[in-house]
């Protein structure tokens, strides 16, 4: 996004300041191909990013609202140019528009988080703890500094960053999740459970039942007894480990 804008910026720039020459016969060539080239990289940068970032830097719940109030506000930039473009001349036009991309690039620069190879999980769990006002209580690696932009780096977010720490609380999570589900089935007339063995795989599954003392059957989990089984017995493939805090469960498992 950033090279995007500054390309553009580059672009729109270089004919603004020797604008008689590349509107001749013999620069205008070079005007044509520097116009295409900025449409290029306006569509290969903002344009396309936008779209992407919505849907990997908001919050599941207010996801669509933030896509649609940053629409918007570009919307908004288009309207403001066309109102703008009757009052001034091409030349003009030239020596103003080259600012916005400058401004868009230092604005990426400042406030954009990475979210490369960050999982949305875990960017969810960062956003439950902004919104239930815990921030501090949060350890992850969304909080690591190279997820994070500059202006969040300045304002300290990454000090909480603690990996110890974070691999406990998300065990501790992974246990409430557990029995969570098991209230719930306990208030199952049906008895039918079904599990996510990618949340609690058939070992993670038995050492919660062992560590919290729950009988199958009085806890209503008899048909997920029957369903781990397939899992292990009906594939020659173990059964998927999606979240790190299963893994860690086992790992304290075989510590203690």
Not at 85 to 108: Q, R
Not at 141 to 170: C, M, T
Not at 194 to 217: R, S
């Amino acid at each position: 996004m950033q090279i995007g804008f500054f390309c553009d910026f580059v672009l729109f720039i270089v004919p603004a300041f020797n604008y008689t020459y590349f509107t001749s016969l013999q620069g205008i060539r070079a005007f044509q191909a520097m116009y295409f080239l900025s449409s290029f990289f306006n569509q290969f940068g903002p344009n396309s990013v936008t779209f992407l970032v919505a849907a990997e830097v908001f919050p599941t719940a207010v996801r669509a609202s933030a896509h649609g109030f940053g629409a918007a506000i570009g919307k908004l930039g288009a309207l403001t140019a066309a109102v703008l473009y009757n009052y001034i001349d091409t030349k003009t036009k030239f020596l103003v528009v080259p600012w916005f991309g400058l401004l868009g690039m230092v604005l990426t620069w400042l406030f954009l988080p990475d979210t490369t190879g960050l999982d949305l999980k875990e960017q969810e769990r960062w956003w439950t703890c902004i919104r239930e006002n815990r921030v501090a209580d949060y350890h992850g690696v969304a909080i690591n500094k190279q997820h994070l932009s500059y202006w969040e780096i300045f304002r300290g977010v990454h000090k909480h960053y603690d990996p110890v720490l974070d691999r406990e609380s998300r065990i501790a999570e992974l246990k409430r999740d557990w029995l969570e589900m098991v209230e719930e089935q306990r208030d199952n007339e049906e008895g039918d459970v079904v599990v996510d063995v990618e949340q609690f795989p058939p070992e993670v599954h038995e050492y919660m039942k062992k560590i919290h003392h729950v009988d199958p059957e009085a806890a209503g989990l008899k048909g997920a007894e029957k369903k781990d089984a397939k899992s292990i017995g009906g594939s020659d493939k173990e059964a998927p480990v999606s979240s790190a805090a299963s893994g860690e469960v086992v790992n304290e498992k075989t510590d203690l």
